[in-house]
Structures are given as structure tokens and as C-alpha cells.
């Protein structure tokens, strides 16, 4: 039983890996129509081969080890933060028996938070200004956005009652979260931009002004390995979106299509909006999202309590 599990999870971190893959090409080819120019077009029948050309690339060119690196450090934070973004996937409900469990949203949270460390473990063993200053903000953006999340994922735990993801299936038979709670689902996805570092929340690794943030020492592998946690996460956040809003039956191909839908909206974003102003992203999260939140919790505790008092 044991070892089916183990297996289970093996073949699901394998299809992570490939969706991943396949989700760099969808990119490169959306933000291609988006500027009126072809993409990826070349390697393997229009650019199918491409994703794994690029890997092929990446991990064999040669690693850079900055002499003033903490090495130990600098060397397995991309390791961690790959683990992190492939691990939080036991928390999706698949019915193989070993995949969603009774606390699967506090486990999240918990990967959740766990990630900043390896995001700032990459930043200060680098010894580089550059970096350092990449990493602080990214961290200061990564901390601030969560509590956003969590409070928008509390007032929807007082509607079923529970911990696990199992039950936003059982409440969305017939009506989507996203009805009751509209508002608090395009806070999520915001708030799912800023925590995945993309535009225009893309302060971590803005080119044009940060030298590339935190990962500016890493190359070669180590670039590969972030990249791939990036990736892995929007993928992951998509899928707990819809999950979350948008009904839950992972049996059924929609389900697939609306989360790959919501990775077309992150994309989507990338290709539309310019870069926000830092100091107008914290704000954003402290004084617009927060007080939104926290009266959306109050509001969906008091509908809980409605309905209990109604069938009693």
C-alpha cells in the first residue's frame, strides 16, 4: 500500500514536471500573438521541442560558484524551493488515496511560508548588494501577500466547516464559490500574482532595474531550478484557484480546463500590464486587500452562523 502511494506521488511529480514544460512553450507562444510576432517556432513540430531544449541548455552549462558564497547555503536553496513548489502538491485531493488529507489547508500555508526562506537563503548566500537587496524586497512581498491569502482562504473555511480541500468539492455541486464570494476571488488571483512574482508584482526579478533580484549570482542549473519552483507554483496556484472557486471535480476534464484557463489569465496579465510601483504594491495589500478581507471573513461568518441557526 505504502509503495502504490510512493508511486502515485512519483508519476504525479513527473506530470508536474512535464505541465511545467509545456506551460513555458504556452507562454512564450501567447506573449507571441499578444506582440504580433511567432514564438518559439523552430525546434521539433512548432516549437513542441523547445521546453526541453531549453532544459538541455540549462543543465549543461557550466555552474558558477561565487568565491565570497556562502556555499552550503547558496547551493540548496533552488533544491528547497523546488521541493517546496513540488511538495505542496499533496494537498490536491486526487483520489489515489495517498494525495489530499483532513489539514490540507494548513499545509499549505505552511509551504507557503516555508518558501520565503529559500527565496531569502538565495539571496544572502550570494554575498551580493544585488541580490541581498532583490531578496529583502521580494521577502517584504512574498510575507505581505500571504496574510492577504490566508484571510481570504479563512472566510471561506467558515462556509464548509473544515480543513480539507475534499469539502470546496462537496459545497460546489451546485454553485461556485466564486457567486457568493466574487470580490474575494479576484483578490485570490491578485494576491496569487504577487506571491508567484509575476507582472506586474514581478519585483523579485524585474531585469531593467534589480539585475535580475535575488538569483542574479545563479546560472546554468541553479537558474533552472528557480525557474522551475516559479512555474510549478502558477501552476499549482491556478489549480487550487479553481479548486477553491470554481467547483472541484478532478475526475472530470473541465476541471483541467479551467485551471489551465486561469494559467492563461497569469500569462494573460504578463502581456497586458506594466510593472506596479513597490511602494503602491504594499499599500495595496495593507490598506485595500486586508480591510477587504477581514470584512468578507466577518460577512461569511455571519452567513455561517445564518444558516446553522435556520436548519436547527
Do not use: H
Request: include cysteine; hydrophobic fraction near 55%; charge should be neutral.
Amino acid at each position: 500500500m505504502v509503495l502504490v502511494k510512493f508511486i502515485s506521488f512519483l508519476v504525479l511529480l513527473v506530470m508536474v514536471l512535464v505541465a511545467v514544460a509545456f506551460f513555458t512553450l504556452l507562454e512564450r507562444k501567447i506573449l507571441g500573438y499578444i506582440q504580433i510576432r511567432k514564438g518559439p517556432n523552430k525546434v521539433g513540430f512548432m516549437g513542441l521541442l523547445q521546453p526541453f531544449s531549453d532544459a538541455v541548455k540549462l543543465f549543461t552549462k557550466e555552474q558558477t560558484y561565487p568565491t565570497l558564497s556562502n556555499f552550503i547555503p547558496y547551493y540548496l536553496s533552488p533544491v528547497f524551493s523546488l521541493f517546496i513548489s513540488l511538495i505542496v502538491w499533496c494537498v490536491i485531493p486526487f483520489d489515489t488515496g495517498f494525495l489530499g488529507f483532513e489539514f490540507s489547508v494548513l499545509f499549505f500555508l505552511c509551504c507557503l511560508s516555508a518558501g520565503v526562506y529559500s527565496t531569502m537563503g538565495a539571496g544572502w548566500a550570494s554575498n551580493s548588494k544585488y541580490s541581498l537587496l532583490g531578496c529583502l524586497r521580494a521577502v517584504a512581498q512574498t510575507i505581505s501577500y500571504e496574510v492577504s491569502l490566508a484571510l481570504i482562504l479563512l472566510g471561506l473555511l467558515f462556509l464548509i466547516s473544515g480543513l480539507s480541500l475534499e469539502f470546496f468539492e462537496n459545497y460546489q455541486r451546485y454553485f461556485w464559490f466564486l457567486g457568493v464570494a466574487g470580490p474575494l476571488g479576484f483578490l485570490w488571483f491578485v494576491s496569487c500574482l504577487a506571491e508567484s512574482n509575476r507582472t506586474p508584482f514581478d519585483f523579485a526579478e524585474g531585469e531593467s532595474e534589480l539585475v535580475s533580484g535575488f538569483n542574479t549570482e545563479y546560472s546554468g542549473g541553479g537558474f533552472a531550478l528557480i525557474f522551475m519552483a516559479e512555474y510549478a507554483s502558477i501552476l499549482f496556484l491556478s489549480s487550487l484557484f479553481t479548486i477553491v472557486f470554481l467547483g472541484s471535480n478532478l475526475s472530470s476534464i473541465i476541471f483541467y480546463l479551467k485551471a489551465v484557463f486561469i494559467g492563461f489569465c497569469f500569462v494573460w496579465v504578463r502581456g497586458t500590464l506594466p510593472r506596479y510601483r513597490y511602494d503602491k504594491l504594499m499599500n495595496l495589500t495593507w490598506k485595500s486587500f486586508l480591510p477587504v478581507s477581514l470584512n468578507y471573513c466577518l460577512f461569511l461568518a455571519g452567513v455561517e452562523v445564518f444558516l446553522n441557526v435556520i436548519m436547527i
